[in-house]
């Protein structure tokens, strides 16, 4: 497949991707694949800001909404199912767009997953029993002490992927974070990588409005649908888990809310720690005209980039 580029559009939450990548598959004629780790759930709309009905009608979307929440999908079983469909488009399309804030499955799908050890079985289960009787702050505490890097980028309230990343540290004797990107695998497209950045005030505002809007779209009633589901995976995110606690009556919903506020900012940071390790990203304020950006991308194209 010569000559076929993938648009890779990442930024942290709430700054403005989806209405871009929208814009950049129309002019390219083209179509999205959303790889936002939480968009996947049928479930879970609201909370996790899946594009709306006329936004999904304006540009061919891939990957929203296609999982249950009791379906285990793994980030390796997505990269195996991206890879599949790019394949597959590539042969129509000579570029397609690539989004989301999820930095690791952004680099599964242009990089492919690193190779990690063998770790012994018995160590997972040594740490899924701490978390059951300890609670997850001690290995949150673990985590950030055997392997900060890897502390500010994973989301440390995930509970499969805070495990994943403490039984390597401790099975191997190295940080998790050391075996991330040595070995990349060929791909036989080239990745364009866009970001879109603002002045941390400003994303941690359009952040806090966003959490209102939700609110006031239903959060709290998608939430209660899903309570019975909580220990789920798929609902171990931002938005859910504090409304959770509300619904156990530890908490206020005032306080709640404001916990899902702080917590996205939080995810905001790791994202802008995981991404800007990349120097082949380009950025772009969030304002920027798409023109603009659109002229970039053109350019790298024909250069041949």
Same mark, same amino acid.
């Given at each position: 497949?010569?000559?076929?580029?993938?648009?890779?559009?990442?930024?942290?939450?709430?700054?403005?991707?989806?209405?871009?990548?929208?814009?950049?598959?129309?002019?390219?004629?083209?179509? +999205? /694949?959303?790889?936002?780790?939480?968009?996947?759930?049928?479930?879970?709309?609201?909370?996790?800001?899946?594009?709306?009905? %006329?936004?999904?009608?304006?540009?061919?979307?891939?990957?929203?909404?296609?999982?249950?929440?009791?379906?285990?999908?793994?980030?390796?079983?997505?990269?195996?199912?991206?890879?599949? @469909?790019?394949?597959?488009?590539?042969?129509?399309?000579?570029?397609?767009?690539?989004?989301?804030?999820?930095?690791?499955?952004?680099?599964?799908?242009?990089?492919? /997953?690193?190779?990690?050890?063998?770790?012994?079985?018995?160590?997972?289960?040594? /740490?899924? %029993?701490?978390?059951?009787?300890?609670?997850?702050?001690?290995?949150?505490?673990?985590?950030?002490?055997?392997?900060?890097?890897?502390?500010?980028?994973?989301?440390?309230?995930?509970?499969?992927?805070? +495990?994943?990343?403490?039984?390597?540290?401790?099975?191997?004797?190295?940080?998790?974070?050391?075996? @991330?990107?040595?070995?990349?695998?060929?791909?036989?497209?080239?990745?364009?990588?866009?970001?879109? %950045?603002?002045?941390?005030?400003?994303?941690?505002?359009?952040?806090?409005?966003?959490?209102?809007?939700?609110?006031?779209?239903? @959060?709290?009633?998608?939430?209660?649908?899903?309570?019975?589901?909580?220990?789920?995976?798929?609902?171990? %995110?931002?938005?859910?888990?504090? @409304?959770?606690?509300?619904?156990?009556?530890d908490v206020s919903l005032d306080f709640a809310i404001e916990e899902i506020k702080k917590n996205t900012r939080r995810f905001a940071k790791r994202q802008g720690?995981?991404?800007?390790?990349?120097?082949?990203?380009?950025?772009?304020?969030?304002?920027?005209?798409?023109?603009?950006? +659109?002229?970039?991308?053109?350019?790298?194209?024909?250069?041949?980039?």
């Open positions: 497949m010569k000559n076929k580029h993938l648009i890779t559009l990442i930024g942290p939450t709430a700054i403005g991707k989806t209405a871009l990548s929208i814009v950049l598959a129309n002019h390219f004629k083209t179509d +999205i /694949l959303s790889c936002d780790s939480r968009q996947f759930y049928k479930e879970m709309s609201i909370g996790t800001a899946v594009p709306s009905k %006329t936004e999904l009608k304006a540009a061919p979307h891939h990957f929203i909404q296609n999982r249950s929440i009791q379906e285990d999908y793994s980030v390796g079983a997505f990269e195996k199912d991206a890879i599949h @469909l790019l394949n597959e488009l590539f042969q129509q399309k000579e570029n397609l767009i690539l989004t989301g804030g999820s930095g690791l499955y952004v680099d599964a799908v242009i990089k492919g /997953l690193d190779d990690f050890p063998t770790i012994d079985k018995a160590i997972r289960e040594t /740490l899924k %029993t701490r978390l059951e009787l300890e609670g997850i702050v001690p290995l949150q505490q673990q985590l950030q002490e055997v392997d900060p890097f890897s502390f500010d980028r994973i989301d440390i309230n995930n509970r499969q992927r805070l +495990i994943r990343a403490l039984e390597i540290s401790i099975g191997s004797g190295k940080p998790y974070s050391y075996y @991330l990107g040595i070995h990349a695998k060929k791909r036989n497209f080239k990745s364009i990588k866009i970001g879109l %950045t603002a002045e941390r005030e400003i994303v941690y505002d359009r952040i806090n409005r966003r959490v209102d809007l939700m609110m006031e779209h239903g @959060l709290l009633s998608e939430a209660e649908n899903l309570y019975a589901f909580r220990e789920l995976n798929a609902l171990q %995110t931002v938005g859910y888990k504090e @409304l959770f606690t509300y619904f156990d009556g720690t995981w991404f800007r390790r990349d120097p082949e990203i380009k950025w772009f304020d969030f304002q920027t005209e798409p023109t603009e950006i +659109i002229a970039y991308i053109e350019t790298i194209i024909a250069q041949g980039g």
